[in-house]
C-alpha cells in the first residue's frame, strides 16, 4: 500500500528565512494530498489541500508544490515567523476504491527564532 | 460551527483499570477516526467507522475497541488498560463519499497509564 515519508523531521530556521518540508510518496496513483499543522499541545489543522492536477498552490505565507514525476510534495514557507513554529504533517489519501483513509507522514518539528 | 470534541482532555488511570474516550461531532459526517499520536511520532490509526455500527481495524487495533451507536458519537475503549498506551489520542471526522475531503480532528485526550 501507500506509504509515505517526511523529512527532515526536525527543522530549524531563524525569522525570516524559507523552510521546506518535503513527502515522498509511492502509489503513483495518488491524486488527494494534505498538509495539517500542529502547534505546540494543539490539535491538527489543515492547513492545505491538493489535487494533483494542480502543480503549485500557493496560501498565506507559504506555497505547496507537486511533482508528480518524483512523487514529491514539498510545503515552502516564504519568510517564516515564530509563529510558524509547530509540528507540520502531510497526508495523502491512497487511491484505493472508496478509501476514507488518509497515509500521514511522520511529520516536522519546525522552530523559528527571532 | 464545525467541531469536533474530545472528552476527558486529560486522563491519568492505573495499569488495568478500563478507560473510555468520547468524541462527538456536529457535522453529521458519516466517518470517523481514532488514532494516537506518541512524542516524536505521527499519527497512527487505531479504528475507522464509516457509520453506526460499521467499524473498521485500522493499522494498530490490539489492545482497543470501540462503539459507534449513533452517527455524531464514536467511543474509544481501552479493556485493561497497559503503560504502553500512554499516549495522545485523536479523534477526527470526515464526509465520506468526497475523496477530496479533509479529516476534522478533535482536541486530544493525554492518557497516562501508570
Known amino acids: 500500500g501507500e506509504q509515505v515519508e517526511q523529512r527532515p523531521p526536525h527543522l530549524s530556521v531563524r525569522e525570516g528565512d524559507s523552510a521546506v518540508i518535503t513527502c515522498t510518496y509511492t502509489?503513483?496513483?495518488?491524486?488527494?494530498f494534505f498538509w495539517y499543522k500542529q502547534e505546540p499541545g494543539a490539535s491538527l489543522q489543515l492547513l492545505m489541500k491538493v489535487f494533483s492536477s494542480t502543480e503549485i498552490n500557493e496560501g498565506q505565507g507559504f506555497t505547496v508544490l507537486l511533482n508528480k514525476k518524483d512523487k514529491r510534495l514539498s510545503l515552502n514557507l516564504t519568510a517564516a515567523h515564530p509563529g510558524d513554529s509547530a509540528a507540520y504533517f502531510c497526508a495523502v489519501r491512497p487511491n484505493q476504491g472508496g478509501s476514507a483513509k488518509l497515509i500521514f507522514g511522520e511529520g516536522t518539528k519546525l522552530t523559528v527564532s527571532s | 460551527d464545525m467541531k469536533v470534541t474530545q472528552m476527558p482532555r486529560y486522563l491519568i488511570k492505573r495499569m488495568g483499570e478500563n478507560v473510555l474516550l468520547e468524541c462527538g461531532q456536529d457535522?453529521?459526517?458519516?466517518?470517523m477516526y481514532w488514532y494516537r499520536q506518541d512524542p516524536g511520532l505521527g499519527l497512527q490509526l487505531i479504528y475507522i467507522?464509516?457509520?453506526?455500527?460499521?467499524?473498521s481495524e485500522g493499522d494498530i487495533p490490539k489492545g482497543y475497541r470501540v462503539s459507534r451507536k449513533k452517527r455524531e458519537h464514536f467511543s474509544l475503549i481501552l479493556d485493561s488498560a497497559k503503560t504502553n498506551q500512554t499516549s495522545v489520542y485523536f479523534c477526527?471526522?470526515?464526509?465520506?463519499?468526497?475523496?477530496?475531503?479533509?479529516?476534522?480532528f478533535g482536541p486530544g485526550t493525554r492518557l497516562t497509564v501508570l
Open positions: 467507522s464509516y457509520d453506526v455500527d460499521s467499524n
Open positions: 502509489d503513483p496513483n495518488s491524486y488527494y
Open positions: 457535522m453529521s459526517h458519516e466517518t
Open positions: 477526527a471526522s470526515s464526509l465520506s463519499g468526497d475523496k477530496y475531503a479533509e479529516q476534522f
